[in-house]
Antibody
């Protein structure tokens, strides 16, 4: 069974970087697409970006140059880094498998990240 | 970017009833391969998000047959027949036709 699990700090200070890890079991990240989604307080969902089976990335332009998604295939993990965070980045962050780009069929449980001084 | 509108923020229903949740796109979600790139998801507190429907009408493996996706072009519907207690949740539509992918605002199914 495919399983995804997010990990990382639950509290980040403004202007610092948010870094999260998604550990995948039951499926190789060298196949398919792997992404990050966040859910803001109030339930609005935001697609952040993905990294493909080949290592190519695609980001939401709204995040401009703040976002980076990378991977470690030897550990079957992929990562999110979001720079220069503000309180508006406070959200629950989810990692997902995007099955050939059209069905987000596996999700992690999500991790709440609060940006506060 | 493509905007998805879920008009109903909440819907109040009783178990056993049928309910329809609508999602309207700001442009057609039909691709040249003949598929609509519209999918539906269920979020329940304490549970992982569940993929229900992709390509507008195809059930993800293991999803009960009471969940039915329909629609084309810019208008899509998720119907749930004979709503069960475990179906009270938030439902989102998502378009993956064009980047940036975008979600609807969500519709919460609440117990009447």
């Amino acid at each position: 069974e495919v399983q995804l699990q997010e990990s990382g700090p639950g509290l980040v200070k403004p202007s610092q970087s948010l870094s999260l890890t998604c550990s995948v079991t039951g499926y190789s990240i060298t196949s398919n697409y792997w992404g990050w989604i966040r859910k803001f307080p109030g339930n609005k969902m935001d697609w952040m970006g993905y990294i493909s089976y080949s290592g190519n990335t695609n980001y939401n332009p709204s995040l401009k140059s703040r976002i980076s998604i990378t991977r470690d295939t030897s550990k079957n993990q992929f990562f999110l880094q979001l720079n220069s965070v503000t309180t508006e980045d406070t959200a629950t962050y989810y990692c997902v498998r995007s099955y050939y780009g059209y069905n987000f069929d596996y999700w992690g449980q999500g991790v709440l990240v609060t940006v506060s001084s | 970017q493509i905007t998805l509108t879920q008009q109903a923020e909440s819907l109040w229903i009783s178990p056993g009833e049928r309910v329809s949740i609508t999602c309207r796109a700001s442009q057609s979600l039909l691709y040249t391969d003949g598929n609509h790139y519209l999918s539906w998801y269920q979020q329940r507190p304490g549970q992982t998000t569940k993929a229900l429907i992709y390509h507008a009408s195809v059930r993800t493996d293991g999803v009960p047959t009471r969940f039915i996706g329909s629609g084309s072009g810019t208008e899509f519907t998720l119907s749930i027949e004979h709503v069960q207690p475990e179906d009270f949740a938030i439902y989102y539509c998502l378009q993956t036709l064009k980047s940036p992918y975008t979600f609807g605002a969500g519709t919460k199914l609440e117990l009447k």
